[in-house]
């Protein structure tokens, strides 16, 4: 009799007098039931991460696992073939933690294909570009198979904020214009003038101020003969200004987990979210989240995101652990060239960069280019600006919190080397202290924090006014 084809699409079994019908997702999978080897590699855990930029698949087992995959068309669909392993409940469950909201998966389908080779089937909502890798064992994690299914049109972060409803590109009301006060509570200022623009009345002054110094008398202001061709002075326009929030870990990587249980993701995500709020309650003001759910998004990834939308800063959210149980008080820290400030700052920095190998990051894929940019060209005056941010944010966030240091700190964190982004990443306190854990799970406080970040904010616009970019609104 001819052996049967081997059809992408359906688990085929081995043997057609031995098998098991498995019912799952509405699919019917042929399963060999043959007794395992002793050898055969276990699936202790499995997890789907879906999100709008990419959808994950974990399966965590006790051995590196060996793989095979291929894309099949029409209709969509990801076979993958694993060697080693037998099926077992943790891995059929895997069919029923795809949602149906995913926005890249169907369904996945499970079967034994052949003896000790399972078969995975991923049907597809659309075509993909999958990553599969494996991850070593790391932070309480075994052995990771990992399954990154990414669009063949990659995500914009601006197309997708103006799907969200979240990109305008209003004309300021003329109000909006005038010149702004220095008060932190005041909006967030117009953009000044490109030089070009400055009026004659700026020049004038300008010139006397600088007579007075050297004792000349003031040149007479030239006044400008009227033009009858002359078009009346179009009405200013107000740049909107883009700030990339960028609640720390998700998805595999939970951060820091506090006494009770409270795991940093969840925290983070909650207090960017009320912050997101309440910035984007302020003219001329758009907020981008680098994840707004339970997913992992590598380092360069979250500053690559706020560059493609341009963002006039970048504010990191952690509430991280510490070695004592002890510690306590909320920082601010930017980006050092030369070495951290603190054996702490250096500390903390390295836990944070450790965040790659923990959620999971493709290194075999990372543009060594785009690394090279993100990692080695952060500037001085990325710097500088920085630490002003920095001081202004930490001020605001003493008045709600005690201050774990009271000056802006400096350690090398991977995920504020934008080289034109003035960046900052705010511990908003120690979730390994028990006091202050309770706090962070407070909606009261979180809405205390957001508060004061959004002060922080206004206050340094306030003394440093937006410059005039290309993209104006």
Same mark, same amino acid.
């Given at each position: 009799m001819p052996r049967p084809s081997r059809l992408p699409a359906l688990l085929i079994p081995a043997s057609p007098r031995r098998r098991t019908l498995l019912k799952a997702g509405g699919t019917l999978l042929l399963s060999v039931v043959n007794p395992l080897p002793a050898s055969a590699a276990q699936i202790l855990a499995v997890r789907v991460w879906p999100a709008p930029d990419y959808t994950r698949v974990t399966l965590e087992n006790d051995s590196d696992l060996k793989t095979q995959h291929f894309l099949v068309a029409d209709p969509p669909r990801l076979v993958v073939d694993i060697e080693g392993l037998g099926l077992n409940g943790t891995l059929r469950s895997l069919v029923a933690k795809v949602e149906a909201n995913d926005p890249y998966i169907k369904q996945v389908r499970v079967g034994q294909n052949r003896p000790n080779v399972v078969r995975l089937v991923f049907d597809l909502k659309e075509e993909v570009k999958p990553q599969v890798f494996t991850l070593a064992p790391v932070?309480?994690?075994?052995?990771?198979?990992?399954?990154? #299914?990414?669009?063949?049109?990659?995500?914009?972060?601006?197309? &997708?904020?103006?799907?969200?409803?979240?990109?305008?590109t209003e004309r300021a009301p003329a109000a909006a214009t005038a010149a702004t006060s220095a008060n932190p509570a005041s909006p967030l200022p117009a953009t000044p003038p490109a030089q070009t623009e400055v009026g004659l009345d700026a020049i004038a002054k300008l010139e006397s101020e600088m007579s007075a110094l050297d004792g000349t008398p003031p040149p007479q202001a030239v006044q400008p003969t009227p033009s009858k061709t002359a078009k009346p002075p179009s009405q200013k326009?107000?740049?909107?200004?883009?700030?990339?929030?960028? =609640?720390?870990?998700?998805?595999?990587?939970?951060?820091?987990? %506090?006494?009770?249980?409270?795991?940093?993701?969840?925290?983070?995500?909650?207090?960017?979210?009320?912050?997101?709020?309440? #910035?984007?309650?302020?003219?001329?003001?758009?907020?981008?989240?680098?994840?707004?759910?339970?997913?992992?998004?590598?380092?360069?990834?979250?500053?690559?995101?706020?560059?493609?939308?341009?963002?006039?800063?970048?504010?990191?959210?952690?509430?991280?652990?510490?070695?004592?149980?002890?510690?306590?008080?909320?920082?601010?820290?930017?980006?050092?060239?030369?070495?951290?400030?603190?054996?702490?700052?250096?500390?903390?920095?390295?836990?944070?960069?450790?965040?790659?190998?923990?959620?999971? &990051?493709?290194?075999?894929?990372?543009?060594?280019?785009?690394?090279?940019?993100?990692?080695?060209?952060?500037?001085?005056?990325?710097?500088?600006?920085?630490?002003?941010?920095?001081?202004?944010?930490?001020?605001?966030?003493? %008045?709600?919190?005690?201050?774990?240091?009271? &000056?802006?700190?400096?350690?090398?964190?991977?995920?504020?080397?934008?080289?034109?982004? =003035?960046?900052?990443?705010?511990?908003?306190?120690?979730?390994?202290?028990?006091?202050?854990?309770?706090?962070?799970?407070?909606?009261?406080?979180?809405?205390?924090?957001?508060?004061?970040?959004?002060?922080?904010?206004?206050?340094?616009?306030?003394?440093?006014?937006?410059?005039?970019?290309?993209?104006?609104?």
């Open positions: 932070a309480g994690y075994q052995h990771r198979l990992i399954f990154d #299914l990414y669009p063949t049109r990659p995500v914009d972060p601006i197309a &997708a904020m103006i799907e969200k409803g979240e990109w305008h326009v107000v740049r909107m200004v883009t700030i990339a929030l960028d =609640p720390g870990h998700g998805g595999e990587d939970p951060g820091a987990v %506090g006494a009770t249980g409270a795991y940093e993701k969840d925290i983070v995500l909650a207090v960017a979210k009320r912050l997101k709020a309440k #910035l984007e309650a302020l003219p001329n003001t758009r907020v981008m989240l680098t994840r707004d759910g339970d997913y992992f998004v590598p380092l360069g990834q979250r500053v690559q995101k706020a560059r493609k939308v341009q963002a006039d800063l970048f504010v990191s959210i952690h509430a991280d652990a510490f070695v004592s149980p002890t510690a306590r008080g909320s920082s601010v820290f930017v980006l050092s060239e030369k070495g951290a400030s603190s054996s702490a700052a250096r500390w903390l920095a390295n836990d944070q960069n450790k965040a790659d190998l923990i959620g999971g &990051a493709n290194f075999a894929t990372q543009d060594k280019q785009i690394a090279s940019v993100l990692f080695d060209l952060s500037t001085t005056a990325q710097i500088n600006d920085s630490l002003k941010l920095g001081k202004a944010v930490l001020t605001e966030i003493g %008045g709600i919190n005690r201050l774990h240091k009271n &000056a802006v700190e400096q350690a090398g964190f991977a995920v504020l080397k934008a080289p034109d982004i =003035p960046s900052i990443l705010v511990e908003t306190a120690f979730i390994s202290n028990r006091e202050e854990e309770a706090k962070l799970r407070d909606e009261g406080y979180q809405n205390q924090l957001a508060e004061a970040i959004t002060k922080g904010i206004k206050r340094y616009f306030a003394d440093n006014p937006p410059m005039a970019k290309s993209r104006q609104t």
